[in-house]
């Protein structure tokens, strides 16, 4: 669990640091549209390592 509460603050730094040019009291449509690229994006990546992953252990 602190993994995942690890990877998604993770996320969430990376993700706002690329997306939210001029931090106020709200985010712009782009910047939330960006904010949700983002995060499908590495939520997508998790996946695919993730499957890979268990891929390798099951063939050892």
Known sequence: ???????????????????????GSSLSSGEQKCLSRCMDRYQDATNVVTKAIVGMQGVQ
């Open 1 to 23: 669990m602190q993994y995942v509460q690890e990877f998604y603050q993770t996320v969430r730094d990376k993700c706002f640091k690329v997306c939210v040019t001029s931090p």
